[in-house]
C-alpha cells in the first residue's frame, strides 16, 4: 500500500512527538509512534501555543532544473513565557528530488519597524534526515534564508527549521518565499510574516 503525502505528514509528526518526549531513546518506528500517539501518554506542560499551521503545495527551485513540486509547512509558534513569536519552516518533497544548492530566502514585506530575526536554528530531534546547513540574514533586514548545500532527496521530510523574533503580532501573508510559486502559476507564494505591534515600545 502506497502512502500519500498526508500519511507521510502524520507519521513525521507522530515520530517528531515522541523524539521531543523522550530526547534520550532510539527513534522509532513509524508503527510505534502512532501507537505511542494514539495510546495516553503522558503530555509535558506546553511552553509554546501554536498560532497558524499550514501545508502550502508549492514549486521551489533547484539548481539547473526548472521548478520541483513540494510542500512546505508553514507554522507560527507563540512563547507562553515570552509573548514572542517564532516562525517555522518544513519542505517534504515528492517524487523528485530538490538538487542543490537549494536556497529557502524569506522577505517580510512592508518590514515591519522595529521588528528583527534574534535566533535561527533547526529542531534537533529531527537532525537524522536532511537539514539545512547554511544561515544568512539581510540586509535588508527583512530578508533571511537557509541553504539545503546537498539538496533534499526525493520522498523526504525535513526537520523543521525556523527564526526567533522580537514580534508580538503576526500576519498570515505578511512575507513571501523568494523564486517560489504557487504550482502552476507565476504567483509568488505568501508566507506568515511579523506584523506592527501596535502596543510596542521599540
Known sequence: MSLTQTDVFAIQAA???YEKRFPRRPSPSAAEALAWQAGGRARPLRSEVVLHDTLQDVALPGAGVGAVACKIQL???RSIETGL???YYRILTGALPLSGPAHTVFYWLPPPAGIKVTFADVCSEGLR???PDNFFYGPPVNKFGFTFSKGIPANACTPFFFVSTNAREFAPCGGELWDA??????TTLKVPGPAPDQHAVW
Open 129 to 131: 534526515r536532511t537539514a
Open 15 to 17: 515520530i517528531d512527538g
Open 85 to 87: 513569536l517564532d516562525f
Open 181 to 186: 510559486y504557487l504550482p502552476g502559476t507565476t
Open 75 to 77: 507554522r507560527v509558534v
